[in-house]
């Protein structure tokens, strides 16, 4: 079977620190959970970073920095995972879904200044696909309208909009390390900004509301456990520093599979030029007289893993049932995409002969 992912990170390559850790029984608040969040702050260039268990809860901790709260109107893409609009109902705000663009995946402009009201509190935009085409246009509308934007990184560690890496962008970035993800510390995710005034917020709420005065706990909030153990981030550390080569190598790949695929009648996401994109997930619109289901169970009859690109939130049965407001462009995507396999080995040459007597 060709799978869809393989892991950047092998066993070799952590044993001596997991010796380490396990030699000296320290498994957590480490020197590896540190020497991992300033890895992050220096490789995005963002001042500030904080850990957590996963991305989204890392979104429901930006959400709540930014104090959203029951009937407040978050804007969100609607072309990604559910999480990015789960976080949102469960604070009991409400999310607005804006429609993305069919060509690079992402929330379009208009969109986004036609849904604003004055009960909006914050923009989520999210990286479809670790894209982040269009977020500095979408932080120049936030900024006009004094709205905070939280970028949904979960799949963008590596990719950058005009040199600037994700997670320096918006007012506060969240980011995944789940094993679909490039980088991956098997369950994990982390926070970035670089405005100070969250720095008080972070720093008591994911330590159980406590700030320590003479050594002693001082429980002046409430607060939560969202730590990544040292093993896990030994994993980190070691992805990242060789993020850089595997988001060239995945870009070759791609340019591959690019010229293999269009002419058989796929196309891209649409990656503009200022973009350094790390593709987390390859992914193309179906021909428009292919049905995406059946193609992905053919393949999967030919030993090869697809799946579909992402989900149209707005068109899920919770979110369809609820707010009714399916968006179409999203909906469009999330019926005709597909992702590849896009790593080192990967035999193109198969898919694409698989692909050319598929009728
Ligand atoms: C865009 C997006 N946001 C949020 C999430 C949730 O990430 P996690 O599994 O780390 O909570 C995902 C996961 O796939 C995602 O793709």
Redesign the pocket.
């Known amino acids: 079977m060709i799978k869809l992912i393989k892991p950047y990170i092998s066993f070799e390559e952590v044993q001596d620190e997991f010796k380490e850790i396990f030699e000296s029984g320290w498994f957590t608040k480490g020197k590896f959970v540190e020497e991992f969040r300033n890895e992050i702050k220096s490789y995005t260039g963002a001042k500030h970073a904080y850990l957590t268990t996963?991305?989204?809860t890392a979104l429901t901790m930006a959400l709540k920095a930014l104090d959203i709260k029951a009937g407040d109107e978050v804007i969100v893409s609607d072309f990604?995972?559910p999480?990015?609009a789960n976080v949102v109902e469960d604070l009991g705000a409400i999310p607005i879904f804006a429609d993305v663009s069919l060509d690079t995946f992402n929330m379009l402009f208009e969109q986004l200044e036609s849904k604003i009201t004055t009960k909006t509190k914050a923009v989520i935009f999210?990286d479809a696909l670790g894209s982040p085409d269009g977020i500095n246009e979408i932080k120049k509308i936030c900024q006009k309208h004094n709205l905070p934007l939280i970028e949904?990184g979960?799949?963008a560690i590596g990719s950058s909009e005009f040199g600037i890496r994700c997670g320096n962008i918006a007012d506060i970035t969240c980011f995944?390390f789940?094993p679909?993800k490039l980088l991956t510390t098997g369950e994990g995710?982390a926070v970035t900004f670089n405005d100070d005034k969250f720095v008080d917020f972070f720093d008591i709420k994911l330590n159980h509301g406590a700030v320590v005065n003479d050594g002693k706990f001082d429980f002046v909030d409430y607060g939560y456990n969202y730590r990544v153990p040292e093993l896990q981030c030994v994993m980190g550390i070691k992805q990242l520093q060789k993020l850089d080569n595997i988001v060239s190598s995945r870009n070759i790949i791609r340019d591959q599979f690019i010229k293999a695929l269009e002419a058989l009648g796929f196309k891209a996401q649409k990656i503009s030029k200022d973009i350094v994109y790390n593709v987390q997930s390859l992914v193309f619109k179906v021909p428009t007289d292919v049905n995406r289901d059946e193609l992905v169970s053919y393949l999967r009859d030919h030993d090869i893993e697809t799946t579909i690109g992402t989900y149209c939130l707005s068109g899920t049965t919770y979110y369809k049932n609820k707010y009714n407001d399916v968006q179409p462009n999203a909906k469009y995507l999330q019926d005709n995409t597909i992702t590849f396999p896009c790593y080192d080995g990967v035999d193109i040459e198969y898919i694409v002969n698989k692909l050319k007597l598929y009728k």
């Open positions: 996963s991305a989204t990604s995972f999480a990015t999210v949904d979960a799949c995944s789940h679909r995710g």
